[in-house]
């Protein structure tokens, strides 16, 4: 049974960091590419940031490139997501979410609709 557990939100000054983490369980971590997803109040889920099973293949929204940095522990079946220069736009749920590896990453990196497995989301606000 696909588990995913995120942590690491809170609330933050425009220009801070924080770093999320999403702990996975019950599979085989290295046969399934991983993403970052957000959504704010009143909007859509949007795709943030997601990697490839070997850790090989990143894709970042054009929101987020060059702030964040998505990233993965095999050791600790660990996937993480580094978020500097926060902006109050940036405030949302944030969700960590699984699809195997079957489907190449480059297939829809960040289409939500491609990924079955879900976390319960850690809440990020920013303020300015």
């Known amino acids: 049974q696909v588990q995913l557990a995120e942590s690491g939100g809170g609330s933050v000054q425009a220009g801070g960091s924080l770093r999320l983490s999403c702990a996975a369980s019950?599979?085989?971590?290295?046969?399934?590419?991983l993403g970052w997803f957000r959504q704010a109040p009143g909007k859509e889920r949007e795709g943030v940031a997601s990697i490839s099973r070997f850790g090989g293949i990143t894709h970042y929204s054009d929101s987020v490139k060059g702030r964040f940095t998505i990233s993965r522990d095999y050791a600790k079946t660990t996937l993480y997501l580094q978020m500097n220069s926060l902006k109050a736009d940036d405030t949302a749920m944030y969700y960590c979410?699984?699809?195997?590896?079957?489907?190449?990453?480059?297939?829809?990196?960040?289409?939500?609709?491609?990924?079955?497995?879900w976390g319960q989301g850690t809440q990020v606000t920013v303020s300015s």
């Open positions: 979410a699984a699809r195997g590896a079957i489907v190449p990453l480059a297939t829809t990196p960040l289409n939500q609709y491609e990924y079955p497995y």
């Open positions: 019950g599979f085989t971590y290295s046969d399934y590419n």
